[in-house]
Structure formats: structure tokens, C-alpha cells
């Protein structure tokens, strides 16, 4: 008979639907309940508009506007406005289905008008989680689409520039906007790693410590959770923005080109550091099991210490403890006190023994 499994594995969210037809729009993520919100800026350079608005049908006015127009969706859980966005856009049935799952890796898709690119947005929230947002983004001609799970995210100083009109967005065209929106996001992963970075740094003073208070192993585990989830959302977009950097579309300016190149530099200083605290963390586990391991060692070399001086003094103490009448010494006068002296002086011995061994 077989014996039953006493761990249990835990579940999985499913990467797909399953006996879903490929094209299906369903929401794979957590927030459910977001209502779905547009903002809408439509700006040139002496052009700027902002729409904050809840119906899909308002951003349809925009297609084919004169100037660039950026549509930031919140709120992914309401698949029929993603179609019908996807609708009025043209967007291919694979598209939409890959802007609702959320657990889709960073990839890069080329179509005959538009490019659609998906990527990872990173942040810490002010309890100080670790946060994962699935973003897509659509760049057409003169419009660039972007879908988040939910509001909030690492866009406001663009959002800033662009309506104050700093630096060269509010002149250039919709590719322009792309790079500056995954400009934002791979800045981002710098604070990320900052982050990163000081929470490493408290586990090293901890285990420097002369004393660890708490079992760290939690700790390190969670950091590695941590470095693992950056890490999938970091090596994937390294490929799309190289692939992006060197790609032949007439959506994409010569003169991008090379800021995409510059963001190309930041996303491989990302991934190597990633790798960096990778094997720091993995390192700061070693040497955690080594501390304790060690600190083990010293109780059992002092337990073992403390039995080596006390085996031969209860050696002594049973000789004399025999029920014998003729026992040599037992009728001293003084046997008590001969006794008591030798056992003194085994254990002085003894301790002086280790001590000039350095076992003390």
C-alpha cells in the first residue's frame, strides 16, 4: 500500500486557460474588482489635452488625431472594454488575449501597423511589498496605448514633462513616448535594486553581529523571492530592448534609435547587478548555516570539555562508592579529604591542560 504525501504542493496560477481557443480575452490576474479607468493626453508642441474618463468610447475621437496621443488603460479585469478597444484599433485577437494575462513574460510582437510590447512594471508600496505589474504597450504611427492592472505607477514625472513641456517629448513623435515610458520603468528598476541593495546590506550587519537574535533563514528567503521576480521581469526586457534597438520599422525614428541604445546600456547595468545580489544573497546563506554551524560546534566542544573533566572524577568517586569491606583505603582518617584533594587536583590538571592546548 502506498503511503499518502505528507506535503502538500502548492498551486499554481495556470500560465493559460485551459481548453480555452487561443484568442480568448480573459483576465488571468489578482485585481478583480478594478474598474476600468482612461487617461487620455493628446499633445504636440503647442498642443496639450488631458481626458480622465471612465468609457472606453471617449478614446475613439483620438484615432487619427493630428497630434500624439498617449491612452494609459487602468484596470484590465473588464475584458469587454479591452475589446472593444482592441476593436477600434484593429488589434489582433492574440493581442488582446496577451494584454489581460498577466503572467505573459516581456516580449516584443511586430505587426504590419503597430509594434505591441509587454513588460514588467517594479516597485516597493509604502509597507514596503514587493510589487509586479503587468503593462502593455501599443505604438502606432501617432498614438502609443499602454494597460495597466491597476492605478498608480512610474509615470508621473513623463506625465510632468509632458505638460509642462520639458525637454524634447512634446516635439517628437509617438516612438519617442515608447522609449520614454520604458525610460521610466527601467529607471525604476534602479530604486528597485537600490532597495534591494539595503536590505542585503542589514542581513550582512546582522550576521556580523556577535549575537543573531532571530532566525534570519526567512529573511534570505523572501530577498531570493524577491531577486527571482525581478529577475524573470529583467533578463526577458533586456531582450526586447535590444531586439527593439535593433529592429527595421518605420515607426521607429533613426534618431530613437539612439536613445534606445543609451536605455539598451541601463537594462544590462540592471541585469548585471540583479545577478550580483544573486549570488551575494545566495552567498549570505552559506555563511548564515556557517555562523550557526559554528556556534554549534562551541556549545558541543564545551559539552564535551565539561565530560572530559568529570569522567575521571566520578571514575573516582564510584572506586570509593563500592560496598567492599576491604577497600585499602577506606578506613583513613582522612580518606574523605584525600579524596576530595585528588579529584581537585584532576580537575585543575585537566583544565590547565586544555587550557595550554587552547581547547578553552
Not at 499633445?43 to 475621437?61: L, Q
Request: cysteine-free.
Amino acid at each position: 500500500m502506498s503511503k499518502k504525501n505528507k506535503f502538500k504542493i502548492p498551486k499554481r496560477k495556470a500560465k493559460k486557460i485551459h481548453n480555452s481557443v487561443p484568442g480568448t480575452v480573459t483576465y488571468t490576474g489578482e485585481k478583480l474588482d478594478y474598474p476600468t479607468k482612461l487617461e487620455i493626453i493628446d499633445f504636440s508642441k503647442d498642443h496639450y489635452i488631458r481626458v480622465d474618463t471612465v468609457k472606453i468610447e471617449d478614446a475613439f475621437k483620438y484615432k487619427g488625431s493630428e497630434h500624439i496621443t498617449w491612452i494609459n488603460v487602468d484596470g484590465l479585469s473588464n475584458t469587454t472594454a479591452i475589446e472593444k478597444l482592441g476593436e477600434h484599433y484593429n488589434l489582433h485577437p492574440l493581442i488582446q488575449e496577451d494584454i489581460v494575462t498577466t503572467n505573459q513574460r516581456p516580449k516584443i510582437d511586430e505587426y504590419e501597423d503597430y509594434l505591441f510590447i509587454v513588460f514588467k512594471m517594479l516597485h516597493y508600496n509604502d509597507d514596503g511589498e514587493f510589487m509586479n505589474e503587468h503593462v502593455s504597450l501599443l505604438l502606432g504611427k501617432d498614438f502609443v496605448v499602454t494597460f495597466q492592472e491597476a492605478d498608480g505607477d512610474v509615470f508621473d514625472s513623463l506625465r510632468d514633462r509632458l505638460e509642462n513641456s520639458k525637454g524634447r517629448i512634446r516635439n517628437a513623435g509617438a516612438d519617442y513616448l515608447m522609449f520614454a515610458i520604458i525610460d521610466a520603468v527601467v529607471d525604476n528598476y534602479f530604486a528597485v535594486i537600490e532597495t534591494l541593495s539595503i536590505k542585503i546590506e542589514a542581513i550582512e550587519d546582522q550576521l556580523f553581529e556577535d549575537t543573531i537574535e532571530k532566525d534570519i533563514t526567512q529573511d534570505i528567503q523572501n530577498i531570493k523571492k524577491e531577486i527571482l521576480r525581478i529577475r524573470r521581469a529583467v533578463v526577458p526586457l533586456r531582450e526586447v530592448i535590444n531586439r527593439l534597438e535593433k529592429i527595421d520599422s518605420p515607426l521607429i525614428d533613426v534618431k530613437t534609435q539612439n536613445y534606445i541604445r543609451d536605455l539598451y546600456d541601463h537594462i544590462i547595468q540592471v541585469s548585471e547587478s540583479v545577478d550580483i545580489y544573486r549570488e551575494m544573497i545566495w552567498g549570505l546563506m552559506d555563511m548564515y548555516m556557517s555562523t550557526i554551524s559554528n556556534k554549534m560546534n562551541e556549545v558541543m566542544k564545551v559539552l564535551t570539555i565539561m565530560a572530559s573533566i568529570f569522567i575521571p572524577l566520578t571514575f573516582m568517586a564510584g572506586i570509593y562508592g563500592m560496598n567492599f569491606d576491604h577497600i585499602p583505603e577506606l578506613h583513613f582518617k582522612y580518606g574523605y579529604y584525600y579524596l576530595w584533594a585528588a579529584m581537585l587536583a584532576v580537575f585543575i590538571g585537566m583544565l590547565v591542560y586544555f587550557k595550554r592546548k587552547k581547547w578553552l
